[in-house]
C-alpha cells in the first residue's frame, strides 16, 4: 500500500487517523471507511472503495497510491472534490500523475 505523503483527511476520519492507520497495516475493515485512490480501471481521476473493497484482490495487485481517507461517503465526496481543486490549483490541469508524483519525491 503506497501513501501519498500529504495524504487527504476527511475531519471524521482525521478524528480516527491512528485506529484507520491501524485497520490498513492490519488489513482489517470498520463500517463508514472510504479510501480515495488514483483510479484503478479507468481514465478517471479516482476511484472511492470502501475499506473492504479496498482489500480486494484487483485494487491490491494494482497497488493504486492512497490520495485520501474519509468517514462516511459525504465525507469522501467532499474530500474527492477537495483533491481535485488542489489538483487543479497546484498543476493548473488534470494530471493526476504528476499530482501524485509531486507528493512523493
Partial sequence: MRLFS????????????????GLLRRR??????YIITRA????G???IYKLKAFYG????????MVLGIASGRPEALELSRQIV?????????FDIDAFC?????
Fill in 45 to 47: 481521476l479516482m476511484d
Fill in 28 to 33: 482489517a475493515d470498520f463500517p463508514g471507511i
Fill in 6 to 21: 500529504d495524504l487527504y483527511w476527511g475531519p471524521k476520519a482525521l478524528a480516527q487517523k491512528e485506529m484507520i492507520l
Fill in 101 to 105: 508524483d509531486s507528493g512523493n519525491p
Fill in 85 to 93: 481543486d488542489e489538483l487543479y490549483h497546484r498543476k493548473g490541469d
Fill in 57 to 64: 484482490k484487483r485494487v491490491r495487485e494494482a497497488d493504486p
Fill in 40 to 43: 484503478v480501471d479507468s481514465d
